[in-house]
């Protein structure tokens, strides 16, 4: 259960963080710049059998800020300074950093762009609410459909169809008229947390 939660963070981090900065003026996916609040997040299999379920707190900052924390059950936390990738795992006692590059195609890349360049790769379905991304048959991604649902022009939820036939849905509770603050996307390790430096071979 740890690892298909794990599993399920490391791609809901990515998807949201390029919420942030997926888009210029004319096409943005967020209303401001800044989005918080909580969220309530759920994984089920092919057969629609659940796989687990969480719940924590998000902040996206634009232009590069993101953080996910799960706060139930278990105790995890990711944070995009914008220059790399922290993830730290209370319970374990134990945090990695990698560096962000922006050439790997992951889900961290997959939003990177606007609308009209996200239409290169995927075939875009936009309503009044929804937009719905489905990589086309000569492209390579990590999902086979995502969908955000919007509130007005605040997203309020967002549903993965991964390459295992797993749906992770995602269902957000912005903290309205507020904006989070700089100091949520720095990273703070206590002195006894193992930190793991990964694509530097250092430890």
Do not use: C
């Not at 996910?68 to 319970?91: F, H, M, N, V, Y």
């Not at 989070?180 to 430096?197: G, K």
């Amino acid at each position: 259960m740890r690892y298909r939660s794990l599993r399920l963070l490391l791609l809901l981090s990515g998807l949201w963080f390029h919420l942030a900065v997926a888009a210029g003026p004319d096409d943005r996916l967020l209303p401001s710049e800044g989005l918080q609040g909580s969220f309530q997040q759920q994984l089920v299999d092919a057969d629609g059998v659940s796989l687990g379920s969480s719940e924590g707190r998000f902040a996206i900052l634009t232009p590069h800020f993101f953080r996910w924390e799960i706060t139930a059950p278990g105790s995890q936390l990711i944070i995009s300074d914008g220059q790399d990738l922290w993830q730290l795992d209370r319970d374990l006692e134990t945090a990695t950093r990698r560096p962000l590059d922006p050439e790997m195609l992951s889900p961290m890349q997959l939003l990177t762009r606007s609308r009209a360049q996200l239409s290169e790769h995927y075939v875009l379905e936009a309503s009044l609410d929804n937009l719905v991304l489905t990589p086309k048959a000569d492209f390579s991604a990590p999902f086979r459909r995502l969908r955000i649902h919007f509130e007005g022009d605040v997203p309020s939820s967002i549903e993965v169809l991964d390459s295992l036939e797993q749906t992770i849905s995602v269902d957000l509770t912005p903290d309205v008229g507020e904006l989070p603050d700089a100091t949520l996307f720095v990273m703070q390790l206590p002195p006894h947390i193992e930190l793991v430096e990964q694509g530097t071979g250092r430890r």
